[in-house]
């Protein structure tokens, strides 16, 4: 299986990384910061289009993780730690949310590390288990 694809982006100071297998579509990124998330745009995340402080403040906001960061060495960093404590959260119709630090045991017996927000399938038609994909709305999941 091929390794999945993890896009960066840097304005100097941070650095923006893009998991697009992770994403579910959530379109909090371009809502809330368009001038540095613009689907209509190639390359579609322009890290100089804002200041690091927003765009950390943004990516937080992600709700699959897709979205995340990284400071260049010697840059403070200005937004909280990933949550210590893991809180679950079922959304309508959607993804089993996992928000905090975990350790994810897959079927193959590998272990991946998840910090921040984590999305789980409800639906069982992810392409990408047992992480969401966005199909719950395409196959109009209820749940």
Request: aromatic share 8%; hydrophobic share 25%; with cysteine.
């Amino acid at each position: 299986m091929a390794e999945p694809i993890k896009k960066e982006y840097t304005n100097g100071e941070v650095t923006i990384t893009w998991e697009p297998h992770k994403c579910i579509h959530s379109k909090k990124c371009i809502t809330g910061l368009p001038e540095v998330f613009d689907f209509e745009r190639r390359p579609w995340i322009l890290a100089e289009g804002g200041n690091t402080e927003r765009i950390v403040k943004q990516i937080d906001t992600c709700p699959s993780g897709a979205l995340g960061y990284y400071f260049k060495e010697g840059v403070k960093k200005n937004s909280e730690e990933s949550t210590k404590e893991q809180i679950v959260e079922v959304t309508p119709n959607g993804p089993l949310m996992v928000y905090g630090n975990l350790q994810v045991k897959l079927p193959n017996g590998e272990t991946k590390q998840e910090h921040k927000v984590t999305a789980f399938c409800r639906c069982g038609g992810s392409q990408n288990k047992p992480f969401c994909d966005g199909t719950h709305k395409k196959i109009n999941f209820q749940g």
